[in-house]
């Protein structure tokens, strides 16, 4: 079992900066691949970036150049640093582990909201 806590979110100005952060319960040896989510209102939950173990990244078309995902793996802890923000992007964020076992199973956060204004 694979507890994630996100914090960070809030509201900001567009253009302006949030960095989100996912602590994960368990040694993050454990975990392969982690990635972080958005679901706006009325809108299916999409993919915002994921980093696998190995450290290589994936980025959303609409926020590449714009966010970057990063782990600490002594932390156990996964960040998103969100700049310049648009109000599209606003949307409850979630953090999601893949772990490392065989079979896989897949874990999520509670969520943490991000309003953008204009």
């Known amino acids: 079992q694979v507890r994630l806590v996100e914090s960070g979110g809030g509201l900001v100005q567009a253009g302006g900066s949030l960095r989100l952060s996912c602590v994960a319960s368990?040694?993050?040896?454990?975990?392969?691949?982690m990635g972080w989510y958005r679901q706006a209102p009325g809108k299916q939950r999409e993919l915002v970036a994921y980093?696998?173990?190995?450290?290589?990244?994936n980025y959303a078309d609409s926020v590449k150049d714009r966010f970057t995902i990063s782990r600490d793996k002594a932390k156990n802890t996964v960040y998103l640093q969100m700049n310049s923000l648009k109000p599209e992007d606003t949307a409850v964020h979630y953090c999601?582990?893949?772990?490392?076992?065989?079979?896989?199973?897949?874990?999520w956060g509670q969520g943490t909201q991000v309003t953008v204004s204009s």
């Open positions: 999601k582990a893949e772990t490392a076992s065989f079979p896989s199973y897949n874990y």
């Open positions: 368990v040694n993050m040896y454990s975990i392969n691949t």
């Open positions: 980093i696998t173990s190995g450290s290589s990244t």
